[in-house]
């Protein structure tokens, strides 16, 4: 699987040596509030999360630990190919460690998956899902390209009940905003 790096941070694949790093981050009520799961409970469900990122570049995906210069973690990120056969499509998701929110972490890192994305991985297309009330997520997409193209109602069940979830969109020749 792909490494990747920016002036100030190295995505390289989540690995078991994660595992403690991952458990503190998503166990974080505040960091989960907008994803499709509910805090983490214990080390096992960041092992049982390791592992399915292990399996990604399988499907021809990859899921990165985000890590400062100092090697300090602050986050995951990923890219999911979700259709070869019959179109060129992704989907990027992304979350960042509560201490380092609105630092511009992924603002630097968002082009490096973009690129990674389109180039690498030939994509045309890369979507992202935000649900409703993730300001932060919907503006820095929209910043790199991103277009709002609806709002897909209950399209997902998670944490006891149906969530909305907005469809941003990037074409590889979109240029950013």
Known sequence: MSRLATARYRLSPLAP?????????????ATVEHMDIAPMADLEAADAMIAWAA????????WWA???GAGDFVG???????????????EVSY???????RQGV????LPALLAHGHAALGL??????VTPGNLASAALLSRFGFQLEGTMRDHGFWKGRFWDQHLYARLADDPAS
């Open 17 to 29: 040596g994660d595992r403690r790093d991952l458990f503190a981050h998503l166990s974080d009520p």
């Open 55 to 62: 399996a990604l570049p399988d499907n021809g995906g990859a």
């Open 66 to 68: 985000i890590r400062d």
């Open 76 to 90: 995951t990120a990923g890219l999911i190919v979700t259709e070869r056969r019959r179109g060129s499509r992704g």
């Open 95 to 101: 979350n960042v460690v509560r201490p380092r929110w």
């Open 106 to 109: 992924m603002g630097e890192v």
């Open 124 to 129: 045309r297309r890369l979507d992202a899902l």
